[in-house]
């Protein structure tokens, strides 16, 4: 069973959310890097990290989502496919995280839930007995299509629904240096020289926390409940709102 230290999270990295970050321009990639960004900083905290990554993105070639523009988009709404080559680098980082056991591999065939789902399940897993860690997602997907299922489909509570993603999914940014403004690589990216990391790392990475708390109305005991009205990042305001008895006439 996987330890964590007290204090310390357990966190859970969607893989194509981080890989794809930066890259809706022409010539964007899946970034393995970003990915191994994340899991290094993360660890160097001494927090534990799992990934869930599609197991296609473990072949030799891949399917490729950058929507970079009008003419791409209208292609693949066509069923047009792109695909990449794995290249040594992005080799070196699999190899990397099955050697020690970060990565979970997705299946995605027809009747096999798509990842995203993957991680959603692995939280709340991880967070009930025996293990009961305490466990973030590193996503900036904010889950619109799922919701909706969940809601509609299966009638779970939308307040429910949204205090947990409020204390669990975590967002992240990536200052990548070797990319200019208008999205055009820099030559001298060590993206593709090299897998190792490095103390002049052109890349950036910044967690976005979640709140010690969430923002969904709560209720205390029946008749009062805290509506939250000024969010900023310095302070929350919060509305105390208490139900009048009810009276009988005679």
């Known amino acids: 069973m996987i330890q964590v230290a007290p204090g310390k999270m357990h966190y859970i990295v969607d893989g194509p959310n981080v890989a794809y970050l930066n890259q809706n321009f022409e010539g964007g990639a ?3 890097d970003y990915v191994d960004k994340v899991i290094t900083e993360l660890e160097a905290q001494g927090h534990v990290v799992s990934v869930t990554m599609p197991s296609i993105y473990f072949n030799e070639k891949s399917l490729l989502s950058v929507k970079a523009s009008t003419a791409n ?10 695909h990449r080559t794995r290249t040594n680098a992005d080799k070196a980082f699999l190899d990397k995280w099955e050697a020690t056991d970060v990565a979970f591999k997705c299946r995605r065939e027809v009747h096999v839930a798509p990842d995203d789902l993957f ?7 991880l967070a009930c007995p025996p293990q009961q860690h305490n466990v973030r997602v590193v ?3 904010i889950m619109r299509d799922h919701i909706v299922v969940l809601t509609d ?13 409020d204390n669990t999914l975590v967002g992240v940014r990536i200052l990548d240096r070797n990319l200019k403004p208008d999205g055009v690589v820099a030559r001298s990216s060590s993206y593709q020289s090299s897998a190792a990391s490095s103390t002049s790392s052109p890349l950036q990475m910044e967690i976005l ?17 805290h509506v939250p009205v000024v969010s900023t990042s310095s302070a929350v305001e919060w509305l105390c709102l208490t139900r009048a008895a009810k009276h009988h006439g005679t």
């Open 30 to 32: 899946f970034r393995f």
């Open 73 to 82: 988009r209208r292609q693949r709404k066509e069923g047009k496919v792109f």
């Open 119 to 125: 991680w959603l399940y692995a939280s709340l897993f």
């Open 139 to 141: 996503t900036n997907d």
């Open 153 to 165: 489909r299966y009638h779970i509570s939308r307040d429910l629904i949204d205090r947990w993603r």
């Open 209 to 225: 926390d979640t709140l010690p708390y969430s923002l969904v109305v709560q209720g205390k005991g029946t008749p009062s409940y």
